[in-house]
């Protein structure tokens, strides 16, 4: 190592020690939303700090104090700034999300239970803590790390994989570890109403989640568009800018988002409206060009003085049963249903 480079690396590590020493780190936080419920199910923690000429953002922050065996100090700072701060805020069912870096294991100063130590005058509980470890981090030993995960659980704390979906290591990582919450990469989350390969690869990690029994969150989401076909496609938990940006104090769901979310979730619920007018014709039409799920979703009746809901498999069948009757109309059949 140059000169240069001895005294660039030592002014790195004063920074990253008056970091820690002189509260320049604070911590933003992140709704994940719950859009069957309208509600917030917890905040994700995200280190944050002034930009200097030696670190650019938190991924470099951690990178370096990884190279120089500081990043158990490091993360042992920021989870405990993330919950003292969080705490007038986290109300009892939700959670708090903070990072944990595989590599911290290997840190000469780490020691296992400090969290749970933190947790002890907070009035927390431990499974309101769900450890996230990005996909992004090569785990270089399973087996150690699989033991520290194990003494967490063991505790009650939850475990998250971030990021998957963007890493080369996804299939194994979650085979190895067997997390509660898969975190889907906005990478395969935006625009994904418009990509069909994009949904079936998070159809596929749907799949994977339901069979290892672990809680699908989609991230990145910053679109209507967005949200409306991760709705459709059976996801309900979510993250994004299309929510909230990361902010201090933590931010609730806006008003505005949940009355939006309750219009597109009826919306969905009911993509079928049969009027006094609505004929056979129509309505096989409808059937041939529906490409959503039929599985609790309805259509609505709205003829004068009533409204009435029918299941859409319903739909199906009645449908199928006057198959010759095209240009009448549907309802004067449809009332016997009702009656």
């Known amino acids: 190592m140059s000169l240069a480079q001895q005294r660039e690396r030592k002014s790195s590590e004063d920074v990253l020690t008056s970091y820690m020493n002189e509260d320049k780190l604070f911590i933003h936080y992140q709704p994940i939303i719950n859009i069957h419920k309208e509600s917030v199910i917890g905040f994700e923690a995200l280190t944050r700090f002034p930009v200097s000429a030696y670190f650019k953002s938190p991924v470099e922050l951690f990178q370096f104090a990884d190279q120089t065996n500081r990043l158990f100090q490091l993360e042992k700072h920021t989870r405990e700034l993330a919950i003292d701060s ?29 969290t749970h130590a933190v947790l002890k005058n907070t009035g927390l509980n431990p499974d309101q803590i769900v450890f996230e470890i990005t996909e992004h981090s090569a785990i270089s030993d399973f087996q150690s790390f699989r033991k520290l995960l194990e003494h967490y659980r063991k505790q009650g704390f939850k475990v998250a994989i971030d990021d ?15 997390p509660d ?3 889907i990469d906005r990478s395969l989350i935006t625009h994904i109403d418009q990509f069909r390969e994009k949904q079936y690869m998070v159809e596929a990690l749907q799949h994977i989640g ?13 679109t209507e568009g967005e949200c409306l076909h991760l ?39 009911f993509p079928l ?52 009757k095209k240009k009448e109309t549907v309802w004067p059949h449809l009332r016997s249903l009702f009656t």
Request: charge should be negative; charged fraction near 15%; glycine fraction near 8%.
């Open 86 to 114: 969080v705490l007038p805020y986290l109300q009892e069912k939700q959670q708090l999300w903070v990072n944990l870096s595989p590599n911290v294991i290997h840190d000469d100063s780490f020691i296992p239970g400090f």
């Open 181 to 183: 919450y898969l975190k």
């Open 273 to 324: 409206k049969i009027g006094e007018h609505t004929t056979f014709f129509e309505l096989m039409t409808w059937i041939m060009a529906y490409q959503g799920s039929y599985d609790h979703h309805f259509a609505l009746i709205h003829v004068p003085n009533r409204k009435e809901v029918l299941p859409l498999t319903e739909v199906v069948r009645f449908v199928a049963s006057h198959g010759t």
């Open 164 to 178: 998957v979906g963007a890493g080369y290591s996804s299939l194994q990582m979650i085979s190895e570890l067997k």
């Open 231 to 269: 709705i459709q496609m059976g996801i309900f938990l979510m993250q994004g800018y299309y929510f909230a940006e990361p902010d201090y104090p933590p931010p609730p769901l806006p008003v505005s988002i949940s009355e939006q979310l309750n219009l597109q979730r009826n919306s969905q619920m």
């Open 210 to 222: 339901k069979k290892l029994g672990a809680g699908i969150i989609a991230e990145g989401v910053e």
